[in-house]
T-cell receptor, first 113, second 111 residues
């Protein structure tokens, strides 16, 4: 079975550029989560969706961040404009209804110069 | 104060040793608890859930102390392959979908 798929795996961009991260959750999972991980702050939940609907975006740092889930098999996290402090590993995770266990993708390592 | 606190380590132990990590949480309305494992430059993966009565999975034992608001993970007979970061995770009552992660404790098992 394919796990959670994320692309790109690495992204290097210049400050001010738009960055789009992509995620394909595990088929049949109702929940999708976006996290950011840094050395200083650890893993932080940015936003999560249930059945493609955003439920809690209180972790989104500011208006430069936006996330969409147009269908059950695809989600994007967009940063526009990007800043060096956005450099982190961004993980997407999904889980089925009725389970607490979240399955993480391999992450996208973002570097903003 | 962070909601979920862990000693970052690293804990350096020889193969075969027993090692224990603690994690404290600040919100008493905490419902469920887990340990995740994260290998270097990899994604986190569920290691085990933590039940009120304590639970064991092979060489791993997890304990919960609600009165003192901490959970623990004990690893017996450490293996080189146990080297990783161990993340304490809490779910608060009423937020069943949100995992709150500690920053992790790094374990390095050596020969």
């Amino acid at each position: 079975d394919a796990g959670v798929i994320q692309s790109p795996r690495h992204e290097v961009t210049e400050m001010g550029q738009e960055v789009t991260l992509r995620c394909k959750p595990i088929s049949g999972h109702d929940y999708l989560f976006w996290y950011r991980q840094t050395m200083m702050r650890g893993l932080e939940l940015l936003i999560y969706f249930n059945n493609n609907v955003p439920i809690d975006d209180s972790g989104m740092p500011e208006d430069r961040f936006s996330a969409k889930m147009p269908n059950a098999s695809f989600s994007t996290l967009k940063i526009q404009p990007s800043e060096p402090r956005d450099s982190a590993v961004y993980f997407c995770a999904s889980r089925p209804w009725g389970s607490y266990e979240q399955y993480f993708g391999p992450g996208t390592r973002l570097t903003v110069t | 104060r962070k909601e979920v606190e862990q000693d970052p380590g690293p804990f350096n132990v020889p193969e075969g040793a027993t090692v224990a990590f603690n994690c404290t949480y600040s919100n008493s309305a905490s419902q469920s608890f887990f340990w995740y494992r994260q290998d270097c430059r990899k994604e986190p993966k569920l290691l085990m859930s933590v039940y009120s009565s304590g639970n064991e999975d092979g060489r791993f034992t997890a304990q919960l102390n609600r009165a003192s608001q901490y959970i623990s993970l004990l690893i017996r007979d450490s293996k080189l392959s146990d080297s990783a970061t161990y993340l304490c995770v809490v779910i608060y009552t009423g937020t069943a979908s949100k995992l709150t992660f500690g920053t992790g404790t790094r374990l390095q098992v050596t020969l």
